[in-house]
């Protein structure tokens, strides 16, 4: 009997396999997995061969994020990062500090700040001023839907009171007109166009530093959410394509190409070139990504209904529909003929309904093509929309860590949503009882990248910060393994990667050990498991 070259044993093993659901020994040869079993595999450990004892410590399939933009969130990790607080003060003291120690920097950049920090979720210029009066300053926000400027800032864009707002977008304003420093969607492309551009080499750092981090946490591969410019963001797809030519690429990476919504159907031979040129080693770009509608926290997610005003009052805005849905069915029919997968942003009701028309416009036309299209974030899903994820085989990609009270859920979208809308919310257990197959993503660097505070918050519907919060609509809750699944074989379905996420024999062995087996563990307690190693194709990436 051949030996292996790696062996873990002393589980337990996890293999998310419905034939074989857990094990305690497992062997690797090469890139592969060569048997999943007990005591039996032992038998395989040869002179050569590597012996990893688990003690008790969980082996289970390496995650996958379904939706991410790591090239962008390593960038962001070398900018003024404002992530992990709420504090107003300590913004402003990052943002002095950051300035102060990059008196070369043309422009301060970076982001992360929360809307629940401003009254109405509007931080004004004054504010930036206060701290960086001399240089422009653009900051994202944490959701990467808005971004907040100082007065130069809009000053070298030449915004005043009376440019006009942009079809895709909204400049907030002062009473006069005059803009306030925050810019909703699209508007944030009149500023960010004029920040210099990043190098080839910022975005390939950006990738490695992301990689590290996204290893650290267990995660072997990822879908890319944006391939190509867009508010000024720059294209990532040089540095996937520098990685993958020279091996330091060590993840599998598939890309979702930019949909221009200010274009039609003339670029999708732009398409089929850029999918072609864009394929080498672990990076493959099959597919499309179309961003439907905005966010709810500044009402430009698309809805069925208005959204309500401060008092409870109907509105007469409904969101932002970015590409008309008629042409929408059009547009993904020819890209499913065309064998892409199409990677909808759809956040409110309406935007659901309309990629779910397209879809089925698809369907009807090419009949099914198994393109794995998937519609990322969910937030709100009407009722009726909810079993034609399963029927028209369209998969719910979710981004879980978001389904628990915080402010920004409590405070910018519940009022303006209703009792009956907000019930309707991150559906992820009508989903799965619908028998829609379920993805899971992060959004990095929207939110944490950890797969396994998704994990926490998809069992709890709590923030694991809050242990003792409320829970946010309890029915939707769904078991540990689902989550877990939709983390490894339903994100690995949706990356193409029908070989990974689940452990048999022939499966790439793309692995993870938790220091913990969270199947045991209290539900409460998800969040605090550690990675302790990471292997893609049974080659160790990371180690605590």
């Not at 990677?343 to 309904?353: E, M, N």
């Not at 028309?357 to 709100?380: C, P, Y």
């Not at 402010?407 to 009508?430: H, K, N, V």
């Amino acid at each position: 009997m051949p030996q292996a070259d790696l062996v873990f044993t002393g589980g337990p093993v996890l293999t998310l396999d419905p034939a074989r659901s857990r094990a305690t020994s497992l062997a690797v040869t090469g890139d592969r997995i060569t048997a999943v079993g007990h005591d039996e595999v032992r038998e395989l450990i040869g002179p050569g061969t590597e012996v990893v004892d688990l003690a008790g410590r969980l082996l289970l399939p390496g995650f996958q994020d379904a939706h991410v933009h790591a090239v962008g969130g390593g960038a962001e990790l070398a900018e003024c990062d404002l992530t992990a607080s709420a504090d107003v003060a300590e913004y402003l003291a990052r943002i002095r500090a950051y300035a102060e120690a990059h008196p070369d920097r043309e422009w301060v950049t970076g982001g992360g700040w929360s809307m629940e920090s401003f009254a109405g979720g509007l931080p004004t210029r004054q504010l930036l001023d206060s701290v960086v009066p001399d240089r422009p300053v653009l900051l994202s926000n944490r959701d990467h839907h808005g971004a907040w400027a100082n007065t130069r800032a809009l000053e070298l864009a030449g915004l005043t009171a009376g440019t006009p707002d942009p079809a895709d977008g909204r400049i907030e304003r002062e009473a006069d007109g005059t803009p306030s420093g925050m810019l909703q969607e699209g508007a944030t492309g009149l500023v960010s166009r004029l920040v210099p551009a990043s190098t080839a080499e910022d975005r390939l750092a950006g990738l490695l530093r992301a990689q590290r981090l996204l290893h650290s946490l267990g995660v072997t591969g990822w879908q890319d959410a944006l391939l190509g410019s867009f508010n000024g963001m720059a294209d990532p797809s040089d540095a996937y394509l520098t990685a993958a030519k020279d091996g330091s690429l060590t993840a599998r990476v598939t890309g979702a190409l930019w949909w221009d919504r200010e274009r039609g159907a003339e670029q999708i031979a732009e398409l089929v070139d850029r999918r072609e040129q864009l394929t080498s080693g672990l990076f493959r770009a099959g597919s499309v990504k179309i961003m439907q509608d905005g966010i709810a926290e500044n009402f430009t997610a698309a809805m069925t209904a208005p959204y309500l005003d401060g008092c409870g009052c109907a509105t007469g805005n409904t969101g932002l529909s970015f590409v008309d849905p008629e042409a929408l069915r059009g547009y993904v029919t020819e890209l499913d003929a065309l064998d892409f997968q199409v990677h909808f942003h759809a956040l409110g009701d309406r935007a659901v309904r309309e990629a779910l028309d397209a879809i089925e416009a698809a369907v009807a036309a090419n009949g099914r093509r198994g393109n794995r299209h998937h519609l990322a974030h969910l937030q709100v899903v009407h009722p009726t929309d909810l079993p034609r994820f399963a029927a028209l085989g369209a998969i719910a990609n979710i981004q879980p860590l978001w389904a628990a009270h915080e402010p920004q859920m409590d405070e910018l979208t519940i009022p303006f949503l209703g009792e009956e809308r907000a019930a309707w919310q991150y559906p992820f257990g009508s989903l799965l009882r619908s028998g829609a197959t379920l993805a899971a993503g992060s959004d990095w660097p929207v939110s944490s990248p950890n797969p396994l505070e998704g994990i926490h918050v998809a069992v709890n519907r709590r923030d694991p910060e809050s242990p003792d919060g409320k829970v946010f609509c309890p029915e939707e809750r769904i078991d540990l393994l689902s989550a877990l699944t939709a983390y490894t074989a339903g994100a690995a379905h949706v990356n193409g990667h029908d070989d990974a996420g689940s452990l048999a024999s022939g499966h790439l062995a793309d692995l993870v050990v938790l220091d913990r087996d969270v199947l045991t563990a209290p539900a409460d307690e998800i969040a605090e498991a550690r990675v302790e190693r990471t292997y893609v194709g049974g080659r160790l990436v990371y180690e605590a």
